[in-house]
């Protein structure tokens, strides 16, 4: 349960479980905070009067999910005795507000949910002593019913072109299923926004007659119900509309004046679109005086154009054709779009684009142009028909103006923008006169000169000092040490921390903003041998009155600095009744509340620095009682 913890013990027995119980909580942050309780177990023949009993005990319920659900339970006792209840050992949650105790002790939930279901019982407490309930389960029953359509679409429903319809599904189950249409195997409904139980699919501006069909699902099944949506013919619309492509951006279109036109045609309206769903508002129109026959310019080449025709009487325009479809013939490319460039190395550019939107022909390759800062050259180079390409050879820490232009068998096409991009500098050369000299037993002293003013490539910004140990047989042990020196104008440095009589190899690199230079030769150097730990004051022994503290203390001296080791009976002490106090040199063992044992012990101070042999210096401590 959150924040909390139950403890339930099955069966309790007066001998074995009459005790103390303690809750520890612990979160690492101060003292662990404690509360007890004690548990005293009567036998059947000492239970006192007036101890709570149950007269009518939980029983095995059922309910419909949604329904309201009854538990029922009644004790008595002297006084009379709180009545609480328990969910799967779990104090009932009674801030649900779904959850009430009415009557002093009956459990009444509403609006059941499947999470409701699980084991009850009732909990009688007074002041003599507390008294459990039966267990009983609640079970939550669901129903469950496929999916039917309760108003299906009709079989067919019968509309004049350019009319609007609203086609109405209605579908019920339980659960509840989710109602979407479908156009063939083209989806309608969005995933994300699928109604339940209920769609109504909206058509407007029909010139084509189809099948839509309403699909009900839920976890038990889907079910599909099939409707044709049927365009009647118009007599007073041009009539057997022909289409012609003559080039990639021209159609010729003729066609038949209306058969009962509204009135003495005098003219006629072509509209055309690529997007044949958009409303008729929103298509390209043109105009024709007289004469069944026009040619539209302008058009995108390789595209599927849709048009319509709406013969104008006196009385005004009236319905629109039947669609036709014709599609524009191929020709040059378009531009191609989204040019990227990367530059990843000093004389390396990393290009990518995407292909022309209107390919006109078919792209049988590309023309990539370039020109730079440093020679004023334009270059030109022709490749494959792909979307990415890697420009070599270039000048390092350069400006190149690039773009691209795509060509078919008819020439080429417009060409992108120019994109600026800067080439990476080369790293760095390395430092000069690299020196490196002992200072003490611990640290050495490395100094350097900047690389040469042609082998800087770049601005400097610090230096990195790689440093590693060499064993006798003068090999490379152990992991190298990197220290960085972020100012450009240190040109020396010491390093610390090393070990004494020890043999170093040392390298300079040089850093820019592109990283790491070449690094110097290494350079080896010796650290001057160290001095070995030794004790000057020693603990000494001690006699204490059980209870009360004790310290011991230890002084170390050598190079490098000891570390101070304290462990009683040659063990190493780690109880949190000692701590240690480290004060230079000197180290304080204090222990808290001494406790008496058997025999005397020895307390060892152990100091070390890795230098011979660890320094070792005992102590006794007698604890009298």
Sequence with gaps: MPSGTVLRIERVRSERDKSIYECVADNGVGEPAKAAAELNVLSEDTIPLGFPRFTIHPTVRAVEKGRTAL???????????????????????????????????????????????????????????????????????????????????????????????????????????????????????PEYSVPVGKNVLQLKNIWESANYTCVASSKLGNIESVTTVLVKESDSAPRNVQTCSLSSNTVVIQWDPPKEPNGEVTGYKVHFKTLPNLPTTNWNTQNVDSGTFTTISDLTPQTIYTIRIQALTSRGFGPLSAPVQVETQEGVPSQPSNLLTKSISPTTIQLQWSHPEHLGESVIGYELYWNDTFTQKQDHHTIPAINSYTLSNLYPDTIYQIWVAAKSKHGEGAATPPVSVKTDQYLPGEPRNVKVEPVSSTSLQVQWKPPANKDKNGLIKGYQIHIQEKDENNSLVGAPIRLDVSNEDVEAYNITELQPDTTYAVQVAAVTRKGDGTPSHPRTAKTRGGDPPRIVIAPRNQTVIRGSFASFDCTALGNPKPIIEWRKDNRRITSQRYTVQEMSSVSVLRIERVRSERGKSIYECVADNGVGEPAKAAAELNVLS
Aim: some cysteine; overall charge negative; charged content about 20%.
């Design 71 to 189: 538990l029922y339970c009644e004790a008595e006792g002297n006084p009379t005795p709180t009545i609480y209840w328990l969910k799967n050992m779990v104090p009932v949650n009674l801030d649900d507000p779904r959850l009430n105790i009415i009557h002093g002790s009956y459990l009444q939930i509403s609006e059941a949910k499947e999470e409701d279901e699980g084991t009850y019982e009732c909990v009688a407490e007074n002041s003599i002593g507390s008294s459990f309930s039966d267990l009983a389960s609640l079970y939550i029953k669901v129903r469950r019913v496929p999916p039917y359509f309760s108003i299906p679409p009709e079989p067919v429903y019968e509309v004049m072109p350019g009319s609007n319809l609203n086609l109405t599904c209605v579908a019920v189950g339980s659960p509840s299923p989710y109602v979407k249409w479908r156009k063939g195997s083209f989806d309608l409904t």
